[in-house]
């Protein structure tokens, strides 16, 4: 799948899903290393992302014969600037 077709399968169901959640809802969304930036164009366009948690997994270490990817992007991201410390807004 391509960047483009990616992005157009997240804007199919992110923004119904932004319209579940209540006012002071955060996210938490993973991404590999292959679609994480395409992840981040779309949900800053409906959220306030506050921090990106780069995170590496120990399953899979260890395989002779093929390549596993163990890393991953956690997005975390709010509906609101509220309540926050004022380092976080």
Not at 51 to 63: C, P
């Amino acid at each position: 799948m391509t960047d483009e077709e990616y992005e157009n399968y997240l804007e199919s169901w992110f923004p119904n899903t932004i319209g579940l959640l209540k006012p002071n809802a955060s996210l938490y969304i993973c991404g590999d290393w292959k679609n994480s930036h395409v992840l981040y164009k779309v949900i800053k366009k409906y959220m306030k992302v506050r921090n990106r948690i780069f995170w590496q997994r120990e399953k899979g270490r260890g395989a002779l014969k093929n390549w596993k990817n163990c890393t991953e992007d956690i997005w975390f991201a709010t509906e609101f600037t509220g309540f926050l410390p004022k380092n976080l807004l």
